[in-house]
């Protein structure tokens, strides 16, 4: 099985979403959002970003 975003209300109302491994462990959580929209787009930016974001190592 892939990985899979879930798409949640918290308990402030807000929108969230978090992003699963195949194994259920979260790997990612998203920003609370005002409306369902604007959390299916953060969704769909990581979708279109992240497999080609470079990585910043600031731990040198």
Do not use: C, H, W
């Not at 194994?23 to 769909?44: C, D, F, P, R």
């Amino acid at each position: 099985m892939a990985g899979k975003f879930e798409l949640y209300k918290d308990a402030a109302g807000k929108y969230r979403f978090r992003l699963k491994a195949s194994n259920g462990q979260v790997i990612a959580t998203g920003e609370a959002y005002e409306s369902k929209a604007s959390a299916l787009n953060g969704i769909e930016s990581v979708r279109k970003n992240a497999g080609e974001a470079p990585l910043d190592d600031q731990t040198a």
